[in-house]
């Protein structure tokens, strides 16, 4: 029984987590979202960049929304505005409908409208440092955040990016 118990406490300590705490063990699509995002991340330009709209626009959808994903595993709403700014976040909520997560793009509308949230403003606090954390502390980020997580992990939303990859192989089509 002890030997159960000792080999039960280390697969416990081994399950890989994400930064928010979530068991990532659970996503058993976790090695092929990581490819997918990885190859995203190789293959296509970001939004400021002008060859961005010569890629296919399932592509960029996806990639966007790759982006955001990603920001919100590793800090949140607050983060993603922070690091990927006015282009991102008002790509996001035709991204998220064009790949399929009209539930996300409603939740990021109804966070925007609910704290009268303009994009050009929130997006700039990066130029705006002493701002940003008086900025920050306005709004309920982690409303948005554990929404999110929530919907991240009842609709597994990894396979959900990896469907829509197969759906569209034309992503892989660039210039």
């Known amino acids: 029984m002890k030997r159960l118990m000792l080999v039960w406490v280390m697969i416990m300590c081994l399950i890989p987590m994400n930064v928010r705490g979530y ?10 979202y990581e490819k997918l995002y990885f190859k995203m991340i190789e293959q296509y330009p970001d939004p400021e960049n002008a060859a961005f709209s ?8 996806l990639f966007v929304v790759l982006i955001f994903d990603m920001e919100i595993q590793n800090g949140g709403l607050a983060q993603f505005f922070w690091n990927c700014g006015v282009i991102y976040a008002k790509l996001l909520p035709d991204a998220l409908r064009s790949t399929g997560l009209s539930d996300v793009a409603d939740l990021y509308e109804s966070f925007l409208r609910d704290n009268d949230i303009s994009l050009d403003f929130i997006a700039s606090f990066k130029e705006r ?3 940003f954390v008086q900025y920050y502390e306005w709004y309920d980020y982690d409303s948005f955040d554990e929404a999110y997580m929530r919907i991240w992990e009842e609709t597994d939303i990894n396979q959900r990016f990896i469907d829509y990859s197969d759906h569209h192989p034309e992503i892989w089509d660039t210039p």
Do not use: K, L
């Open 129 to 131: 440092v002493p701002e």
């Open 23 to 32: 068991a990532v063990m659970n996503d058993f699509h976790y090695e092929q």
């Open 54 to 61: 010569e890629y296919p626009a399932a592509g960029r959808a």
